[in-house]
């Protein structure tokens, strides 16, 4: 690893803990059946895909998970199930960051939506006692609200124009591989963290 003068971080799965099959398992008991073909970790249908990127809004994803369903549906219903794949903020990786912005820069690029930001910000508040990410990063970049989400290169370098980051000495750390290859070719030092490692012991030589 060479020398690097900011982070960016990824959010789910690298400082939020997230089960993806607690969302797919939620919507099997709802009947949605087919939902593991239209969302996981590594694919997004077309629905996820545009409230990721900010082209649709709450209401409207909750009507299309109705009409794609075809069952009887409650908002409340659709919304437990979306966010039931996000567990919690461990307090050691939040003492992290704070150390970690002793010296360096730190960003957040997250691929997420209006509802996610809501309910993990909910958990952050009981967990930490902070009221938003922001209080951690130096900016914080949520794919619904830029429009682009990793890993399209337009993501990366929209967090590299806006901070003028040296994208050589900027370090990105991302649990999903094909978010690591678009870190990589938008010339950031792009690391995949592998579970069971966490970014404790990732960063466990990195001291502010």
Known sequence: MQEFKAIVFDLGGVLLNI????????????????FPELYN????????????TGKIDTSTFIEAVKKQSSLPLNDQQILDAWNAMLLDFPLERISLLQRLARKYDLYLLSNTNAIHLEAFTKL??????????????RKVYYSHLIGARKPDLAAYEYVIRENN?????????????GNIEGAAKAGLQAVLLKPPVTIIELLMDVRP
Do not use: C, K, M, W
Request: aromatic share 10%; proline share 4%; hydrophobic share 40%.
């Open 19 to 34: 089960d993806y099959h607690r969302t797919e398992q939620a919507f099997i008991a709802l009947g949605v059946r087919q």
């Open 124 to 137: 952050l508040q009981v967990t930490a006692n902070l009221p938003s990410l922001e209080h951690l990063f």
């Open 165 to 177: 980051l040296e994208a050589a000495r900027t370090l990105f750390i991302d649990d999903t591989p």
């Open 41 to 52: 970790q590594h694919h997004s249908g077309t629905l996820f895909t545009d409230l990721e």
